[in-house]
């Protein structure tokens, strides 16, 4: 029996064969094009497979998700962005697997959960912070998609001082200010001239004054979406990762006095933020294990 792994983001793509206990076999990462994004996905699975009998592939895609239908509209992804039967498209490569799919931040958090900062954990939100904001749900240790699939998806939750259009077409989501992206937008409009993340990182660690009101801008709006989350939520770790979370204290300082300040309820007291452990390949391990699950129960497959 053989599973696969596939992660679709706006960025990049990337697979791998998973073995015994959810691991990633030679993963393989490729740029996602521009144009013919299921031909470029395709030719990546087939390498991945060579002339195994696949049995079960586990998808992490960019989103919006629906899992109830297998599709995907990636608002970073324009050729799908109106819809794309991802799950019916791997399956026409693959006759004979079960095939799960779910949005790229709920397998991050399933991945973190079961192989990273959330072991040990039953609940648990899971938050990526790169060049967007995503997340996910574990609940009693599954993945909680709600209605769609799209449960989770913190990136677009509204909040105080967000006065940007965003992609998704609303104004003032997290993602408008607490992405690398955004705070990258924000510094160069207040006269900052480095090129990059990392660049706008490390000149807030030395105290470049436009640095660092950029990144504690992005913390203090991630430290007020994290509290409101756990309040509505009810869970008490929230695992964050992605590129722009690796920025140090500069940003993790501000987004935790933020969170602190913010949840003041008795059931909030206890809430932890916690820095993810698997690094790049955390969403890929997460589709893994989503395969390894369809393998073992069914319980994650898509009708």
Do not use: Y
Request: net charge negative.
């Amino acid at each position: 029996m053989t599973a696969l792994a596939l992660d679709v983001g706006g960025t990049k793509m990337a697979a791998a064969r998973v073995v015994s206990g959810g691991s990633l076999e030679h993963p393989v990462t490729v740029p996602t094009p521009k144009s013919r994004v299921w031909d470029a996905c395709a030719s990546l699975l087939r390498k991945i497979a060579g002339d195994a009998t696949v049995t079960s592939v586990g998808i992490a895609s960019a989103g919006p998700v629906d899992t109830g239908a297998g599709t995907v509209a990636p608002v970073n992804v324009a050729e799908w962005r109106d819809g794309f039967p991802l799950v019916d498209a791997v399956r026409s490569l693959f006759p004979s697997a079960t095939v799960a799919l779910a949005l790229d931040g709920a397998a991050a958090a399933l991945g973190e959960h079961r192989r990273g900062a959330g072991r040990g954990t039953a609940d648990l939100l899971g938050v990526v912070v790169s060049t967007g904001v995503g997340g996910g749900l574990i609940r009693g240790g599954r993945i909680d998609g709600g209605r769609t699939g799209n449960a989770g998806h913190i990136g677009h939750m509204a909040v105080s001082g967000g006065k940007e259009l965003c992609g998704c077409g609303a104004v003032g989501c997290l993602e408008t200010i607490a992405s690398g992206s955004a705070a990258l937008r924000w510094a160069r409009a207040n006269g900052w001239v480095g090129a990059t993340g990392a660049d706008l990182a490390v000149d807030a660690e030395l105290g470049e004054p436009t640095a660092v009101a950029a990144l504690e801008r992005a913390a203090t709006a991630l430290g007020e979406a994290f509290a409101s989350a756990a309040a509505l939520l009810d869970v008490d770790l929230i695992v964050v990762g992605g590129g722009f979370a690796q920025a140090g204290p500069v940003l993790w300082d501000p987004m935790t006095a933020t969170a602190t300040a913010h949840a003041r309820l008795s059931f909030l007291r206890e809430l932890r933020l916690a820095p993810a452990e698997l690094g790049v390949l955390g969403t890929l391990t997460g589709a893994g294990l989503l395969a390894i699950d369809n393998l073992t129960d069914g319980s994650c497959r898509t009708p």
